[in-house]
């Protein structure tokens, strides 16, 4: 069986990280693509060189030509701008929303099998003018925003109660942004539910309500501090993304999906669990919200459509 080939859009920071994870992981050959001349080839030649050090053997490959993405079985897009201090994610739309447009078209021509997971911001509009330009069913194109949310939420809870973060399962809905809703009647500690850990006294409303605030804006936290967005955790949770749909492992896992139909959305990327499996996404999971979580679905939905109305009038190709 040949080797599975992974293309990684953006040599930036989460790129050259991306390409790290999926060469230790072996998940196949990883080509390395960026604009910026040399960047690629020279994080590609470091990278493989960790082979003989790691114990990896997969071919890495630096390139600007999109040909170089070829037959790819899996492709992530990083390609764009990062957040800087004091800029929201949808500042970066008109800048991003152009690179999109090469990378679509980019994708179109070389790799139209492939399995596309965005992770450029803002994260939602970035992943459905993706597949526009790609053309792509939406089955293949995802976006990376929920496992990574859910991870930040997970960390915070695992903090709270004291205990391991493998015993902690948490659950992130909506947009990639201020408006994301982590319900935590969902997220337990060892299949017990959150309010039911606050009603044994394990900690209280106001604090499980103020880790809910600092997951929404767990990415702006990092912001703050570095100067530029986190690489580490959006790169890991795209790899666990890509490795599910590989090995079609059927995961279920929080991902910006084409909703249709399901949680009152009419055709619009949105954060919802799905299944990852080798058909992509097989399956948009509708589970029963309540009402407060309902409205903040909408809060969500909103945001999110109003920057798809913003891409259409930056671009009419996409109207
Ligand atoms: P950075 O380190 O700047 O890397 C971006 C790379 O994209 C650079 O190497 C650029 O040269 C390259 N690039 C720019 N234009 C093009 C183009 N047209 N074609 C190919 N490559 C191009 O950024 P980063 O890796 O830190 O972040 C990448 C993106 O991910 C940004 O938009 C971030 O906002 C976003 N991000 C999303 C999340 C989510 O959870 C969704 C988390 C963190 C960052």
Redesign the pocket.
């Given at each position: 069986m040949a080797r599975k080939k992974i293309a990684l859009?953006?040599?930036?920071?989460?790129?050259g990280t991306l390409a790290h994870l999926a060469a230790q992981k072996e998940l196949g050959d990883v080509v390395l693509?960026?604009?910026?001349e040399g960047?690629p080839q020279g994080k590609a030649l470091d990278l493989l060189q960790c082979g003989p050090v790691e114990g990896f053997d997969v071919n890495v490959t630096g390139s600007n030509d999109y040909k170089d993405i070829a037959g790819a079985d899996v492709i992530i897009v990083?390609?764009?701008?990062?957040?800087k201090p004091g800029m929201s994610?949808d500042d970066?739309l008109g800048i991003?929303l152009k690179?999109m447009k090469?990378?679509g078209e980019g994708i179109k021509a070389n790799a139209p099998d492939a399995f596309v997971i965005c992770?450029?911001?803002p994260?939602d509009a970035m992943v459905w003018a993706l597949r526009e330009f790609s053309g792509l069913p939406h089955n293949k194109v995802v976006?990376?925003?929920g496992v990574?949310?859910s991870a930040r939420f997970s960390t915070f809870l695992a903090q709270e109660f004291g205990v391991s973060v493998r015993d902690v399962t948490s659950f992130v809905l909506g947009g990639?942004g201020d408006t994301m809703v982590p319900v935590a009647s969902y997220s337990t500690v060892k299949g017990i539910p959150v309010p039911d850990l606050i009603k044994m006294g394990r900690s209280t409303q106001e604090r499980i309500d103020a880790i809910i605030k600092r997951t929404a804006g767990g990415?702006g936290e990092i912001v703050g501090m570095l100067g530029?967005?986190?690489?580490y955790a959006?790169a890991a949770?795209a790899i666990s993304m890509a490795e599910a749909y590989l090995g079609d492992q059927k995961r279920i896992l929080p991902c910006a999906a084409f909703v249709e139909g399901k949680y009152g959305i009419d055709g619009l990327y949105v954060g919802v669990p799905v299944v990852i499996g080798s058909d992509g996404v097989e399956e948009v999971i509708e589970i029963a919200l309540d009402d407060a979580a309902k409205a903040g679905l909408k809060v969500s939905i909103d945001a999110v459509e109003e920057l798809v109305a913003a891409c259409k009038g930056i671009d009419g190709s996409l109207a």
């Amino acid at each position: 069986m040949a080797r599975k080939k992974i293309a990684l859009i953006g040599a930036g920071n989460i790129g050259g990280t991306l390409a790290h994870l999926a060469a230790q992981k072996e998940l196949g050959d990883v080509v390395l693509f960026d604009i910026a001349e040399g960047v690629p080839q020279g994080k590609a030649l470091d990278l493989l060189q960790c082979g003989p050090v790691e114990g990896f053997d997969v071919n890495v490959t630096g390139s600007n030509d999109y040909k170089d993405i070829a037959g790819a079985d899996v492709i992530i897009v990083t390609a764009g701008v990062p957040r800087k201090p004091g800029m929201s994610r949808d500042d970066l739309l008109g800048i991003n929303l152009k690179v999109m447009k090469a990378v679509g078209e980019g994708i179109k021509a070389n790799a139209p099998d492939a399995f596309v997971i965005c992770i450029t911001n803002p994260l939602d509009a970035m992943v459905w003018a993706l597949r526009e330009f790609s053309g792509l069913p939406h089955n293949k194109v995802v976006g990376m925003a929920g496992v990574l949310d859910s991870a930040r939420f997970s960390t915070f809870l695992a903090q709270e109660f004291g205990v391991s973060v493998r015993d902690v399962t948490s659950f992130v809905l909506g947009g990639h942004g201020d408006t994301m809703v982590p319900v935590a009647s969902y997220s337990t500690v060892k299949g017990i539910p959150v309010p039911d850990l606050i009603k044994m006294g394990r900690s209280t409303q106001e604090r499980i309500d103020a880790i809910i605030k600092r997951t929404a804006g767990g990415g702006g936290e990092i912001v703050g501090m570095l100067g530029t967005s986190a690489f580490y955790a959006p790169a890991a949770s795209a790899i666990s993304m890509a490795e599910a749909y590989l090995g079609d492992q059927k995961r279920i896992l929080p991902c910006a999906a084409f909703v249709e139909g399901k949680y009152g959305i009419d055709g619009l990327y949105v954060g919802v669990p799905v299944v990852i499996g080798s058909d992509g996404v097989e399956e948009v999971i509708e589970i029963a919200l309540d009402d407060a979580a309902k409205a903040g679905l909408k809060v969500s939905i909103d945001a999110v459509e109003e920057l798809v109305a913003a891409c259409k009038g930056i671009d009419g190709s996409l109207a």
